[in-house]
């Protein structure tokens, strides 16, 4: 499966079938979730605590350093996957909604190239 041709509910499908064949509904509330989803951003952290800047960059050049991160993005996805699941919102509309209200605090005119002004 690719991004270009998997779509989100495809997603939040395979992770509510994935969920129900193990019966860990009872254990899915949002707040264990989003505990879960600190924790596993924390591992995917690891990967480049202590290295520069420009180390981080390069970690594309190394196939197994890459393995490792993809592996904790999809446990980080998977993470939100659930969330949105268990809470029953629409994935794709609050990212657009918030990406308005980002457009509106960070104008692209006086934001270019500064983080902060």
């Given amino acids: 499966m690719a991004d270009d041709k998997t779509t989100v509910k495809e997603m939040l499908e395979h992770m509510e ?3 129900n064949e193990r019966d860990w509904e009872q254990y899915h509330s949002p707040k264990n979730l989003a ?5 596993e ?9 202590w290295i520069g800047q420009e180390e981080s960059r390069k970690m594309v050049d ?3 350093q890459m393995a490792l991160v993809k592996e ?4 980080v996805f998977s993470y939100i996957l659930a969330i949105v699941q268990t809470m029953g919102f629409d994935l794709s509309e609050a990212y657009f909604e918030k990406m308005k ?7 692209a005119d ?3 190239g500064k983080y902060k002004i």
């Fill in 101 to 107: 209200r980002n457009k509106v605090k960070y104008p």
């Fill in 35 to 39: 505990m879960g989803l600190a924790i």
């Fill in 110 to 112: 006086v934001y270019r």
């Fill in 17 to 19: 079938e994935f969920v």
């Fill in 41 to 49: 951003t924390g591992e995917l952290l690891e990967h480049f605590q």
């Fill in 62 to 64: 190394d196939p197994e």
């Fill in 72 to 75: 904790e993005v999809a446990d």
